[in-house]
């Protein structure tokens, strides 16, 4: 670090890659030190707007620079492992974008090299940095909701639509790494259904489940080819349920005071009975951080204070290995995969 300052270079300068950039740009305690792609107009953006910036088509010369502290890689989705591996290796805490890997071995070997270098690593789960769902795992996890039963997300638009990566893994990273974080648990196992109507091969939907060790389940729900566009991940406890809805600008979360409870009478002849309550809806109060700028400042100051990263290698991990068993599940006509059994 110079000054103080975490020198951050930016690979990937496509789509999200320019809105990382920013980011770090304009944190005080990073300085954006390269941006490099291979595309010439991408190149010639960066060097307008960032004119301090060493701009280049060349990895190796960040690799190689001794003086630079942090890679952030917004590259493809196929380089991000062989990217990623390289900046570990030359000894750079590293940022990848979600997902970090294709394969669950490949995010094994990342998290292992990164350990083995002494460097962080951090998977861009942009929501778990959302103030939104930060209320929602505080709820969670001071038993506002009473005992968890299911969560379950809908990520839905019309248009998007890829040909390099089906829906499930376009649009499910985020929705499953929150369903992580909320529960709190690594997923045990999983099921996927889903079909291909626009392209052979190429899931337009799919409907994924997730099984975790405590019985909570999760489900999840994307596509590009629908009518609503929907953002939206629902929390369902015996006490309280809560709906986190990012396509609301000011009812960002809501919670319901309803629930569902069983009893067991007395008398054996009368069984158990289920009592229903229905109680008052309370829209809380949430800031307006704009959730990538948090993650940046996340990265930076955790490789200032040499701190625990939030998404870290295991984080990112846990998501892979749902996709992995996921595309398998899909394979093999909806059939469940146990997570512990990818290799």
């Not at 390099?164 to 929705?175: M, Q, R, T, V």
Request: hydrophobic fraction near 40%.
């Amino acid at each position: 670090m110079t000054a103080d300052k975490v020198r951050v270079g930016v690979v990937g300068l496509g789509y999200w890659g320019p809105n990382l950039a920013r980011n770090f740009d304009r944190l005080p305690a990073a300085e954006l030190a390269y941006c490099c792609d291979l595309d010439e107009d991408n190149l010639a953006r960066a060097r307008s707007l960032y004119p301090n910036a060493v701009v280049t088509d060349d990895y190796d010369w960040l690799l190689a620079d001794d003086t630079l502290d942090a890679i952030v890689v917004a590259t493809s989705v196929p380089t991000h492992y062989p990217l990623g591996k390289k900046a570990l290796e030359a000894g750079k805490h590293t940022f990848i974008e979600k997902p970090i890997a294709l394969k669950a071995s490949d995010a094994e070997d990342l998290l292992a090299t990164a350990d083995a270098k002494g460097v962080k690593l951090m998977v861009g789960h942009l929501l778990e940095y959302h103030p939104a769902v930060r209320k929602l795992k505080e709820l969670v996890d001071d038993g506002s909701l009473g005992k968890v039963y299911y969560v379950y997300a809908n990520r839905l638009n019309l248009g998007k639509v890829r040909t390099d990566e089906n829906a499930l893994w376009s649009f499910a990273p985020h929705d499953i790494s929150v369903l992580n974080f909320l529960i709190g648990e690594e997923p045990q196992e999983v099921s996927a259904r889903g079909e291909c109507y626009l392209q052979d091969g190429v899931e337009d939907v799919v409907f994924g489940y997730i099984k975790y060790p405590s019985g909570v389940v999760g489900h999840v729900h994307v596509s590009w080819l629908d009518p609503h566009k929907s953002r939206k991940i629902t929390v369902v406890g015996s006490e309280k349920m809560v709906v986190f809805d990012d396509m609301e600008a000011d009812r960002k979360v809501t919670i319901y005071d309803k629930g569902a409870t069983t009893t067991r009478t007395k008398f054996e002849t009368y069984g158990e009975f289920v009592t229903l309550h229905f109680g008052d809806i309370h829209i809380p109060r949430i800031g307006n951080e704009e959730p990538l700028r948090v993650e940046a400042q996340h990265f930076v100051d955790c490789i200032r204070n040499d701190a625990p990263v939030l998404s870290d290698g295991r984080d990112a991990l846990n998501v892979v290995r749902v996709l992995d068993a996921m595309e398998r599940s899909l394979r093999n006509g909806g059939q469940p995969v146990k997570t512990s059994d990818l290799t």
